[in-house]
């Protein structure tokens, strides 16, 4: 099978390919304009640099490779840059969606994996979030995505020929379990990423934007999902699409830790009590947001490898880690070589 991979060198798009490369079983090309990924990140397949917003270059690509299925990541992901830059979210998320649904549509694609977000939900009534819940994002990148879905949605109402999976992510955390990549956003706001960060010494604190939430410990309680294992449900949904029709489902395990658990999980992995501050809560947070994943598990037999609080920050902190220890070896590496290239000049 041939299979396009949008966002392919990003933090979830990385794992992705992994699985797809380790099963042996597709031919993958991968797209990605390295705006926050990383080649290297890229274990497996052919990799093209590119925008998607570059017409011309992706409707070649698309005639070139004849692609029976993409996965669709790439995008913007900050919320607050979208709140102070809309535009640039609904050109790279849903404008390049529409595009490339359209190619996908000329060219006969018939199964799209599209990476949605828990972000569609806004400030969710329940604790609960089942596919069903009323949707109500809260901000430009929330809308960016849910627009992306409704078009989608629209499209395989028309061509019957065109199939989706809507896959929405809750929080994805850790890094692979065998260490090799990891998540390399820059400046993420996401808290474990942060408080392994705060960890290995690259940031001094980590805040808190509120205790005083209708929570356990007053701290916001979110459903934090192993990057492998919300990687396998791609795999799943797409083996799920050769005989079974289009769906949305949410990628999460149905519980949740709060705010000051995470820290302290990572704290003891770490053994660095690193600093906390608590600060003003942030519009539009929810006290607590946890997927009902059941729907995902019941339809695809997904089964969920890593859903332990511990390990997520384990792998957190060893990615950050060992990145941090080939940062400094190559600052030394870089100090070594420019002496010995002065004590060269001064032996000439
Ligand atoms: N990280 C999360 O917790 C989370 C939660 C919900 C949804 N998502 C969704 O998952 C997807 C992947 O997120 P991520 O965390 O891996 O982010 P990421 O930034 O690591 O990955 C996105 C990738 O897309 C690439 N990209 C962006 N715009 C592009 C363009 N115009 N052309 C080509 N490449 C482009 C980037 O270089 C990057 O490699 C996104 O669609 C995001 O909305 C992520």
């Known amino acids: 099978m041939n299979v396009l991979v949008t966002g392919g060198a990003g933090y979830i798009g990385s794992h992705v390919v992994k699985l797809l490369g380790e099963s042996n079983n597709y031919n993958i090309t991968v797209i990605d304009n390295l705006s926050t990924g990383k080649e290297d990140a890229v274990l497996y397949g052919d990799f093209i640099q590119a925008n998607l917003a570059d017409n011309f270059l992706m ?17 913007s992901i900050v919320v607050p840059e979208s ?18 649904v359209n190619l996908c549509i000329k060219y006969n694609v018939s199964k799209f994996i599209f990476s949605s977000t828990a972000a569609v939900y806004g400030e969710p009534d329940g604790t609960t979030v089942k596919e069903t819940s009323m949707t109500n994002p809260i901000n430009p990148y929330g809308r960016s995505k849910l627009m992306s879905e409704t078009i989608i949605q629209d499209t ?17 955390a850790g890094s692979d379990i065998k260490g090799r990549i990891g998540h390399s956003f820059p400046d993420a706001t996401h808290l474990i990423k942060v408080a392994a960060e705060a960890a290995v010494g690259k940031r001094d604190k980590v805040y808190i934007f509120g205790d005083d939430y209708d929570t356990p410990d007053g701290t916001g309680i979110r459903d934090y999902i192993h990057v492998d294992d919300l990687a396998d449900a791609h795999i799943k949904a797409l083996e799920y699409l050769e005989a079974n029709d289009s769906q949305i489902f949410n990628c999460g395990y149905g519980q949740g830790y709060s ?7 990572m704290q003891e992995i770490s053994e660095n009590e690193f600093k906390v501050e608590i600060i003003e809560k942030r519009p539009g947070d929810p006290a607590c947001v946890i997927a009902d994943n059941s729907k995902i598990i019941k ?6 490898m890593y859903n332990n609080l511990e390990i997520i920050c384990r792998t ?27 004590s060269l000049l001064k032996g000439l």
């Open 156 to 172: 395989a109402a028309a061509d019957k020929d065109f199939k989706y999976v809507i896959l929405r992510y809750f929080n994805a």
């Open 316 to 342: 957190a902190f060893e990615w950050e880690r060992n990145s941090e220890i080939l940062v400094q070896a190559q600052k030394i590496g870089n100090i070594v070589s420019e002496s010995r290239n002065e």
């Open 259 to 265: 705010v000051k658990q995470v820290i302290k999980t």
């Open 83 to 100: 709140i102070e830059n809309p535009l640039k979210y609904y050109l790279n998320n849903t404008v390049n969606t529409i595009n490339l």
């Open 59 to 75: 409707e070649n690509i698309f005639k070139e490779k004849q692609f029976d299925a993409v996965f669709h990541f790439a995008a």
């Open 299 to 304: 339809k695809t037999g997904w089964k969920p």
